[in-house]
C-alpha cells in the first residue's frame, strides 16, 4: 500500500469555524490530490498540486485553498466552513499527472461534519 | 463539465458474472479508469485502458471503446468479497470521476 495518511480522521466542527485537513505521504510522488465525495456525486476534484508551491483548481474548489511547502505534507483549509462542506474527504498521490498508466494512491480520507 | 454515466446499483448471485456499462462525454481523453471502493473505505486501482479493446486481469476485465464512449468493467465468479461499489473516471486533464455502481453479491 501506498504510504498515505489524513489528518484527522474525523471531524465535527461549527460553521464560521476555520478548518484544515492534512495530507501526508511518504512515497515522493510529485502530485498530490483533494476530493470531496458526496452521496449521488462521486469524487469531485477540489485542488491539487503538481510540486512544492504549485497548485491549481479543481471542479469545486470555491470555499477551499490549498497549501504544499513540502513535498510529502498538502493542506486544505476550509476558511470557513459552512454545511455544504460537510464531506468525506480524500487525498490521493499519483507520480504523473497528464499521461500515461500512472493510477492515483488513495489516503483513508477524513469525514468532515459541519453542524 | 464531463458528464460520466453508470448504473446506481447492481445485484448478482455469488459465482455468477456481473458487467458495469460507463458511458462517457468528455472534452478530450486521456485514459480511462476503473476503481473498487468498500463501504468506508478509500478507493483502491482496478483497471486502465487508453486503446480500444479489452484488458484482462485475473476475474476483472475492461473494456474501452472510444469510438462510442464507452467502457465496461467485467467481473467474473463473483465472490461476497466482491460486494463495492466500483467507480469509472476518464482522465482528461486530472480525473473525473462518475458517481458509482454499487454492486451487492447474494449468495
Known amino acids: 500500500d501506498a504510504g498515505i495518511t489524513q489528518s484527522p480522521r474525523h471531524k465535527v466542527t461549527e460553521t464560521g469555524t476555520p478548518v484544515t485537513l492534512r495530507c501526508h505521504q511518504t512515497?515522493?510522488?510529485?502530485?498530490m490530490y483533494w476530493y470531496r465525495q458526496d452521496p449521488g456525486h462521486g469524487l469531485r476534484l477540489i485542488h491539487y498540486s503538481y510540486g512544492v508551491k504549485d497548485t491549481d483548481k479543481g471542479e469545486v474548489s470555491d470555499g477551499y485553498s490549498v497549501s504544499r511547502s513540502k513535498t510529502e505534507d498538502f493542506l486544505l483549509t476550509l476558511e470557513s466552513a459552512t454545511s455544504s462542506q460537510t464531506s468525506v474527504y480524500f487525498c490521493?498521490?499519483?507520480?504523473?499527472?497528464?499521461?500515461?498508466?500512472?493510477?492515483?494512491?488513495f489516503g483513508p480520507g477524513t469525514r468532515l461534519t459541519v453542524t | 463539465g464531463q458528464n460520466i454515466d453508470q448504473p446506481t446499483e447492481m445485484t448478482a448471485t455469488e459465482g455468477a458474472i456481473v458487467q458495469i456499462n460507463c458511458t462517457y462525454q468528455?472534452?478530450?481523453?486521456?485514459?480511462l479508469f476503473w476503481y473498487q471502493q468498500h463501504a468506508g473505505e478509500a478507493p483502491t486501482f482496478l483497471s486502465y485502458n487508453v486503446l480500444d479493446g479489452l484488458e484482462e486481469k485475473g476475474r476483472f476485465s475492461s473494456f474501452l471503446s472510444r469510438s462510442k464512449g464507452y467502457s465496461y468493467l467485467l467481473l467474473k465468479e463473483l465472490q461476497m468479497k466482491d460486494s463495492a461499489s466500483y467507480l469509472c473516471?476518464?482522465?482528461?486533464?486530472?480525473?473525473?470521476f462518475g458517481a458509482g455502481t454499487t454492486v451487492t453479491v447474494r449468495a
Open positions: 490521493a498521490i499519483s507520480e504523473a499527472g497528464t499521461s500515461g498508466d500512472y493510477e492515483q494512491y
Open positions: 512515497e515522493n510522488h510529485r502530485y
Open positions: 473516471a476518464v482522465r482528461v486533464i486530472e480525473l473525473s
Open positions: 468528455t472534452s478530450g481523453f486521456n485514459g
